[in-house]
């Protein structure tokens, strides 16, 4: 099972930009499609973006589409979430998550879950 670190997290002022990385390590991780969730407390953790192994199809959530792109580096096992145009809505921890089946934009399909980065933008 692969394991996953995501980094990059931080404290942004509105209308500003960060970019998180997921690191893979172990199994075949470059096969595995890949998404980014987030959540906030007392709500259920919601779908942001997700990308094939492949890197040539991705999905966005209405709500960060237009600013955020998801990208992969399989040479590096890495994935990147590149936000911009942050709003105080967007604050949340930050999940990343691997999953081996077609892909998907519900959590219970991923498998593989990384701890987590807090994402704070201030207004």
């Known amino acids: 099972q692969v394991q996953l670190v995501e980094s990059g997290g931080g404290l942004v002022q509105a209308g500003g930009s960060l970019r998180l990385a997921c690191a893979a390590s172990?199994?075949?991780?470059?096969?595995?499609?890949m998404g980014w969730f987030r959540q906030t407390p007392g709500k259920e953790r919601e779908f942001v973006a997700v990308?094939?192994?492949?890197?040539?199809?991705?999905y966005y959530a209405d709500s960060v589409k237009g600013r955020f792109t998801i990208s992969r580096d399989n040479a590096k096992n890495t994935v990147y979430l590149q936000m911009n145009s942050l709003k105080p809505e967007d604050t949340a921890v930050y999940y990343c998550?691997?999953?081996?089946?077609?892909?998907?934009?519900?959590?219970?399909?991923?498998?593989?879950w990384g701890q987590g980065t807090q994402v704070t933008v201030s207004s």
């Open positions: 998550a691997a999953e081996r089946g077609p892909l998907s934009m519900h959590p219970a399909d991923f498998g593989s």
């Open positions: 990308i094939s192994w492949s890197g040539g199809t991705t």
């Open positions: 172990g199994g075949t991780s470059s096969y595995y499609g």
